[in-house]
């Protein structure tokens, strides 16, 4: 028996606002206004007793077969309740309601990040300052929607003091916000709802029903109850508005629109292929581009660039405009990736860059303008790659110096997914000894017998690192004018020694593990959360099949979406 959704609204006039006049925000406090699925799962099909079966096609166009099922059921993966970060409410509030969803979310709790990403489950509490700052972006996005005629305009045509508009508003944003169709119980508590507190005013109704729709958990949270079981042991699949759910978080990093919904809707994600039709679609969107830079953004730990300060005394050509330009130098050279279907991997050693006047002065190349243009780099030993633009430098050095620690961590974390253990407690910082220079204190500190099992696995690449300055500059002299010697080494992959950006691009990017890395990196994106043990056999499969075809973005992103994990939950549930 099929189970309809249900909005929960306790209503009482007793308090001034919506909000808590509907009881919702003691709600989220409590996760309160969880439903279950009003179709049939993807994958699924109904016997003549309306019983859910396994349907067992995964459809033509899916890269997987019966042996990637067992694969997936081999450990029981975690699949956490999400919320939805700042960031994609801000991205849903613009889709539903054509405003610039970003000055609502200024106030929002900084959750800082993990791994890089700041949509991983870890972070996502729900505290009173939350509840708080929903209410009052509730309360603005209302207010600015119904009082601009145009937005107005574009959500209601007809005059909401007649019950019948109002039901057409509640279902419209609704379907949206809830990200699957109203029941008709929903639909008529929230217009009950929107005329107890909107009184009379038509106006009044409409923000109502907007500020009621914004601060319910089935818009905060992406809600997957499942419905029925999958092909998996110890799985639900999902139904097709959960998973269209998935798809479009994941694909645009904001909820489903009308025309998602309407292919959930009409059982167009009912197998694989379809869900890689949909999932084509999606990545040729300009929301899809979008969230493919912000993936890159904090891939490659961005926000450090852009927040960035440095001494002005010792470095006296940066300003946060170069900081900026030289964020956008990495975006834009992961965009030509994904645009020309080359493996991600070729970041590390791109034989060009992008550059405009400051950055060129750093690069040595003549550029003028504030434009980043295109700039070839292959005839220079020195430059080309991820590890020698001006942004890496810049993420991995101190106030006044490089930081041949950062350096190597950030190879290590983000392009092989290695992370090393944190220092153990009580461990004392190096002081310099009389007449050493700052890198001869750092080589001692990494030759320590105590400290050496660890940061031999990173020092020596920030080493080879240390002919660019904080800012990415070549130099042959370190901060304290002591010559540089560039040698480094990178344990474990490929031939290990290395000198300068584009050695240790070749060997990062030559390695299976930097392939593999890129899966992973994405699967943490996409999941919001690191991976488990139980994810390995999923993670080797997908990583074979983006490997065969070449190791592209869109490949990465298909390959994840397409997989039977994507398309279930754990079934909390079962033995």
């Known amino acids: 028996m099929r189970r309809t959704p249900r909005w929960p609204i306790e209503r009482s006039a007793s308090t001034p606002s919506p909000w808590a006049r509907s009881g ?31 349907a067992g096609d995964e459809g033509e166009d899916s890269p997987f077969d019966d042996d990637d099922l067992a694969c997936a059921g081999a450990g029981r993966s975690s699949f956490p309740l999400r919320r939805l970060t700042p960031q994609e409410y801000a991205r849903t509030v613009a889709m539903i309601f054509g405003v610039d969803g970003a000055p609502y979310v200024e106030q929002f709790p900084d959750e800082g990040a993990s791994g890089g990403f700041r949509n991983q489950v870890e972070l996502q509490g729900m505290t009173l300052a939350h509840v708080t700052q929903y209410q009052a972006a509730a309360e603005a996005i209302a207010a600015d929607v119904f009082a601009d005629p145009g ?36 639909v008529e508590a929230l217009r009950d709802l929107a005329i107890e507190l909107g009184g009379a005013d038509a106006l009044d109704r409409g923000r109502v029903v907007v500020e009621a729709l914004l601060q319910s958990s089935a818009f905060l949270y992406r809600v997957e109850a499942g419905a029925g079981p999958a092909g998996i042991p110890g799985y639900l699949a999902l139904d097709p508005y959960e998973l269209a759910t998935r798809l ?40 899809a581009r979008d969230n493919m830079r912000d993936f890159a953004h904090q891939w490659f730990r961005l926000s450090s660039v852009e927040g960035a300060s440095f001494d002005p005394a010792t470095l006296p050509d940066f300003t946060p405009a170069l900081a900026a330009a030289a964020a956008e130098e990495v975006l834009v050279l992961f965009e030509d990736l994904a645009a020309e279907g080359r493996p991600l ?112 696995q990173f020092d020596p690449i920030g080493f080879g690192l240390e002919n660019y300055s904080p800012l990415g500059a070549w130099r042959e002299v370190d901060e304290a004018g002591d010559p540089v010697d560039g040698q480094g080494a990178l344990l474990g992959v490929g031939t290990e020694a290395f000198t300068g950006a584009r050695e240790l691009g070749e060997l990062v ?21 690191a991976p488990e043990p139980a994810d390995a056999c999923s993670l080797a499969s997908i990583a074979e099949v983006v490997t065969d075809e070449g190791g592209a973005y869109d490949s990465v992103v298909r390959s994840t979406v397409a997989h039977p994990l994507f398309m279930v939950r754990s079934d909390e549930g079962s033995e």
Not at 29 to 46: D, I, K, Q, V, W
Not at 387 to 412: C, E, K, P, Q
Not at 509 to 529: H, L, N
């Open 509 to 529: 990017a030559a390695s299976d593990q930097a392939r593999a890395c890129a899966v992973e990196t994405y699967f943490r994106f996409a999941f919001g959360r």
């Open 248 to 287: 479009a978080f994941t694909i645009t990093g904001r909820g489903p629109d009308d025309a998602l919904l309407d292919a959930a809707a009409a059982g167009e994600l009912d197998d694989a292929a379809g869900v890689v039709a949909a999932a084509e679609a999606l990545m040729a969107t300009d929301a």
């Open 345 to 456: 991997t070729d970041l590390y050693r791109a034989e060009y860059g992008y550059a405009n006047a400051d950055l060129g002065a750093l690069y040595g190349v003549s550029v003028s303008g504030e434009s980043l243009q295109r700039v070839e780099l292959a005839d220079d030993p020195r430059r080309g790659g991820l590890f020698g633009t001006a942004a890496f430098a810049m993420a991995t050095s101190d106030y006044a110096g490089t930081n041949v620690v950062a350096r190597g961590l950030l190879v290590r974390s983000a392009t092989l997914c290695e992370t090393p253990p944190a220092p153990p407690p009580g461990v004392v910082p190096t002081e310099p000894e009389p007449g050493e220079t700052p890198a001869q204190t750092q080589r001692r500190h990494s030759e320590d017998p105590a400290c050496a099992p660890c940061h031999q």
């Open 151 to 186: 937005l107005r305009g574009a959500l209601v045509s007809c005059d909401l003091a007649e019950a019948p508009c109002l039901e057409g508003l509640v279902a419209r944003l609704g379907r949206l916000a809830h990200r699957r169709p109203l029941d008709d119980g929903q």
């Open 24 to 54: 919702l925000g003691l709600g989220l406090l409590a996760l309160a206004g969880c439903y279950r699925g009003g179709s049939e799962p993807a994958g699924m099909e109904t016997d003549s007793d309306g019983e859910a079966t396994d």
